[in-house]
């Protein structure tokens, strides 16, 4: 009796659920621990079948799991990990950290009395571990879900690289990073070939001033562009127009270097500048023949009228000096047209001072017996004398340049009366020629284009398309000045007319 | 996998036979309760040092499918793991042998508790067989089911503290159906010393 009071105070103080079943499902025992749970007393369950009053219990499986326990000797189970719960127990008194609507259960099942077909049924409360488990799988993906995140921003930040990369190396320009410091960090694949290196890693690490050949270059104080002399890795130098500029890139100070390698340009300068030479030689012996043309008509005039009266003996001593003077005068003037032609040919090595009336009147001197073969009358009109300090003879190069293509205008728009106006002027300290002439003007359309290289409207045998290109290389580029045209409407002589005007400004 | 380091031949086939006595009644006790006709293969027993036990599991599962992994413990003298796994063709015919829905079968849990019912009569009737034999008692914890997509995801953190693991292993086939699981018994060193003085002890009664 004694034994089973303690039984009975076990089995009712005991922290889990205790029914005792037969093979039908009919509960035989159900304990204080379930009665509390449940608010199903044992006198209202006694000899019910479980099914009965649990209807969601899967009586096949309990039927199976109690026929394996009996047939065994041996424990069978179901787990809170598969099964939410062996029966149905809602939580009244849960409010906080809440998950499960009802208890979630492991239950065991042992066999009590195999000859009676009975086995004992222990339901324990696993709904806390079953908690943890949820709020631990609810981190898990939650971690999941972050680390995909990161992943995705992982694989963005590849694609960047990669996109930055690709930028990088699909420019034409050699590019050099560079950190704060201005050590290298970074070339792409053009700047490797370019300073002939075997690899991008080579790169890495050097000091901006070994990518110049001037090794005390102040670059740092260069912004905008520049032209360098830069140095490969073979100590073979090569001229480039450079870019420094400095930016930010995750919120670091960087330094970007773009290098242009000027090679191929400056030759193909060279080439069109020794091309244009040619052509301008070419004119200038077309011209030299125009001026010829009469001295050499006089010498030759003088010494037939020599012969001649000497043969009729009327050559006086007088006649005979004014002849020869006449000679000498006009083979001064051949020779001064070949000095002229020389000094052109040769080009100026060094700046010097001139007066710009003077050299345009020298200019115009070479290409009077042209002009005046095509009828062409110039006015030159110089408010002021002005003294330049700069090439003089490439001035010329340039005025006959623009003369010429006026020329050429002129006679191709057939006009009448054939007018070029050069017009010289100081403004804003500065010296100004403007030469325009009355040939209608350049179509709109190619006005912007008329000093591009090898640009020309004219007839293959006439243009090369140089002219205006040399004339402005050498007022841009040669003598610092600068160089526009425009079209214009003026009136002459009380008639209106429209043409082309050059306006060159060069410094004082 | 030199099984005569640990066991001589005579302890060899003492073990072996009681094994098959024991799995013996495994089949018996799947028939009765299932009202199938199960086999279990003659039990292959191998020694072998725990570091090559993943490897040797791989050799075991078919390659490219996920399988259950169920794992029970055995406690007492004879403390060992069970291990049985079967693949999820297999799983899901087991569970129509097990009479259930089709639309149970696609639920994961459901084919889970099927495979965890079976485990759990295959360790009971095969390891309560095998201590009854020996003399020997032994209790079961819970068993648990894990679907791994390769064995490697199993965690074997602590399998470095053993040398060496006994495998007992068997096929379970049902007939007519196309189910084939793998009953592993793994047991470490303690087990094993302790195995091998109970095998004396029976030879010598013998």
Redesign the interface.
């Known amino acids: 009796m004694e034994y089973l009071n303690k039984a009975d105070l076990i089995c009712d103080t005991i922290d889990n659920g205790i029914i005792l079943l037969n093979e039908h499902l009919e509960v035989l025992f159900w304990n204080k621990w379930l009665e509390t749970r449940t608010n199903i007393t044992f006198n209202q369950i006694i000899n019910q079948k479980i099914t009965t009053v649990y209807p969601d219990i899967n009586e096949a499986k309990l039927k199976r799991k109690i026929k394996a326990t009996l047939t065994l000797n041996s424990p069978t189970f179901y787990t809170t990990e598969l099964n939410e719960s062996f029966f149905n127990i809602e939580f009244k008194n849960k409010i906080t950290h809440r998950v499960f609507k009802n208890m979630q259960q492991n239950v065991t099942l042992n066999p009590y009395d195999i000859e009676n077909k009975i086995v004992i049924v222990y339901v324990y409360d696993s709904t806390i571990l079953k908690e943890t488990n949820f709020k631990l799988s609810r981190a898990k993906e939650k971690i999941e879900n972050e680390h995909k995140n990161t992943l995705v921003i992982k694989q963005q930040l590849e694609n960047s690289v990669e996109e930055f990369e690709l930028l990088l190396n699909a420019t034409m320009e050699a590019i050099v990073l560079f950190d704060e410091e201005y050590k290298c960090t970074n070339i792409n694949d053009v700047g490797v070939n370019l300073f002939n290196l075997s690899s991008k890693s080579k790169a890495l690490g050097l000091d901006i001033l070994e990518f110049f050949e001037d090794k005390n270059l102040n670059y740092k104080k260069l912004e905008n562009t520049f032209e360098a002399s830069m140095i490969t890795s073979c100590d073979n130098t090569f001229p480039a127009l450079i870019k420094i500029k400095n930016a930010k890139l995750n919120k670091k100070k960087i330094r970007i270097l773009t290098v242009v390698d000027l090679t191929e340009l400056k030759y193909r300068d060279k080439l069109i500048s020794e091309q244009a030479k040619l052509v301008a030689m070419g004119e200038m012996i077309g011209n030299i023949a125009h001026q010829w043309r009469q001295p050499l008509s006089a010498i030759s005039t003088a010494a037939s009228g020599l012969k001649l009266q000497k043969e009729f003996h009327l050559l006086t001593d007088e006649l005979l000096d004014e002849s020869l003077d006449g000679i000498v005068r006009s083979s001064m003037h051949l020779s001064q047209t070949i000095n002229d032609f020389r000094d052109f040919i040769q080009g100026d090595k060094e700046m010097m001072v001139f007066d710009l009336e003077e050299n345009l009147k020298k200019d115009l001197s070479i290409v009077e017996g042209m002009l005046k073969n095509y009828d062409i009358q110039v006015f030159l009109e110089c408010e002021k004398k002005i003294e330049l300090h700069n090439y003089k003879n490439e001035l010329t190069q340039a005025i006959l340049n623009i003369i010429d293509n006026s020329k050429d205008a002129l006679l191709e728009k057939n006009v009448k009366d054939k007018y070029i106006f050069i017009h010289t002027y100081e403004f804003l300290n500065e010296a100004v020629i403007e030469i325009h002439d009355n040939a209608k003007g350049i179509p709109e359309d190619i006005v912007n284009k008329i000093f591009e290289p090898y640009f020309t409207t004219k007839h293959k045998s006439q243009g090369t398309g140089l002219g205006l290109y040399m004339t402005h290389q050498i007022i841009e580029k040669s003598m610092g000045g600068a160089i526009s045209v425009s079209n214009i409407a003026f009136e002459h002589n009380k008639h209106q007319f429209k043409g082309a005007c050059f306006k060159i400004t060069l410094p004082l | 996998m030199e099984n005569s380091a640990i066991l001589n031949e005579d302890q060899q086939d003492c073990l072996q036979e009681l094994i098959n006595i024991a799995y013996g009644s495994g089949t018996a006790?799947i028939s009765?309760?299932l009202d199938a006709f199960a086999t279990l293969s003659i039990p292959r027993i191998n020694i072998i040092e725990t570091r090559y036990l993943q490897d040797y599991l791989q050799s075991q599962v078919k390659v490219g499918m996920p399988q259950f992994l169920a794992t029970q413990l055995i406690n007492g003298k004879f403390s060992s793991e069970n291990l049985f796994i079967i693949d999820q063709n297999s799983a899901e015919n087991l569970a129509r042998a097990?009479?259930l829905e089709e639309t149970e079968i696609q639920d994961v849990?459901e084919l889970?508790?099927v495979i965890?019912?079976i485990t759990?009569?295959l360790s009971?009737?095969t390891i309560?067989k095998f201590a009854q034999e020996m003399s020997i008692e032994v209790?079961?914890s819970?068993?648990?089911?894990k679907l791994l997509n390769s064995i490697e995801e199993m965690d074997s953190t602590f399998i470095d503290k053993y040398h060496q693991v006994i495998i007992i292993s068997t096929i379970l086939q049902f007939e007519n159906q196309n189910i084939r699981g793998e009953l592993l018994i793994l047991t470490t060193d303690d087990t094993i010393e302790f195995i091998k003085k109970l095998l004396d002890k029976i030879l010598d009664e013998l």
């Open positions: 006790a009765e309760i097990f009479g849990n889970s508790d965890l019912e759990n009569i009971s009737s309560s209790s079961f819970p068993p648990h089911v």
